[in-house]
């Protein structure tokens, strides 16, 4: 099943529908007779583009995902030893690269919040949580060696190295943290699918929203009119979470709704 999603999901990215659309478009003007369809096709893949890559469409898209976490996790009152569970969201780099470049930005950004609330809270522990996915090291290790790196003593570290994806890592999660309450790190687009999925298992995860990237979905300058390659990529993010939302929705939870 892992397999299955990543390889439908990138078809139903911006780039690649509109991708689509437009060498629809072009294979039919350039060699049918069905001009029509043709130019509809390359007319609407352009406006899904300029769409998808401006500041306004991406934070359209963003914005119901990220706002409702926009203020900081309270501390849990009711565990003296709070876990912080760090998500991991991808590495970069190679084995060559130094060690805090092997993290993406969004899971070096996920870390360094999670370091700020175990630090805010005494005898907390951290648990980082990411497998290998297609990489020779998992997530969960190269986070372990930087937030050793950076202070945290490897005796309050808990790895969890064998998730693939967020379903995974909820169901190996909770087998250390059980139903204390403990406070999830991850991005704030991502939040919502994430305290769905473990709240559904009777988990009590208190958010810590990070790696904010929505605005407003006003135009406030020409940034916000012309296409961006960082737009496209936020655009990219939030239909990845809808569709994660949407295969919840349709597989094993489908009384889900908005939490």
């Not at 970069?92 to 630090?119: F, K, N, Q």
């Not at 309450?181 to 995860?205: E, I, K, W, Y």
């Not at 009119?225 to 939870?253: D, K, M, S």
Request: positive net charge; glycine residues 8%; proline residues 7%.
């Amino acid at each position: 099943m892992f397999m299955i999603k990543k390889i439908i999901t990138p078809f139903f990215y911006p780039l690649t529908i509109t991708a689509l659309f437009l060498v629809a478009g072009l294979i039919l003007l350039l060699f049918t007779k069905r001009q029509r369809l043709a130019k509809s096709l390359v007319l609407s893949g352009t406006i899904a583009l300029l769409f998808f890559s401006s500041g306004a469409g991406s934070n359209l898209l963003l914005g119901p995902l990220e706002h409702p976490y926009r203020s900081t996790a309270a501390s849990p009152q009711s565990s003296p030893e709070p876990w912080i569970v760090v998500l991991g969201a991808g590495l970069s780099g190679d084995e060559r690269t130094p060690l805090t470049a092997r993290l993406s930005s969004t899971s070096m950004v996920h870390l360094a919040e999670g370091i700020v609330c175990y630090r805010q809270r005494p005898g907390s522990r951290l648990l980082l949580s990411g497998g290998k996915g297609f990489e020779r090291e998992s997530e969960a290790n190269v986070m372990t060696r930087v937030a050793v790196a950076l202070g945290v003593p490897p005796s309050d570290i808990v790895r969890e190295d064998r998730s693939r994806d967020t379903e995974e890592q909820v169901r190996l999660i909770r087998e250390h943290v059980g139903e204390r309450d403990f406070v999830l790190v991850t991005s704030a687009s991502h939040m919502q699918r994430a305290l769905f999925l473990f709240r559904r298992l009777g988990m009590h995860p208190v958010p810590a929203a990070t790696a904010h990237r929505a605005g407003t979905a006003e135009i406030r300058s020409p940034r916000d009119v012309f296409p961006r390659p960082l737009a496209l990529r936020n655009a990219e993010t939030a239909v990845h979470e809808y569709l994660g939302i949407a295969w919840i929705r349709l597989t094993r939870f489908p009384g889900m709704g908005p939490s």
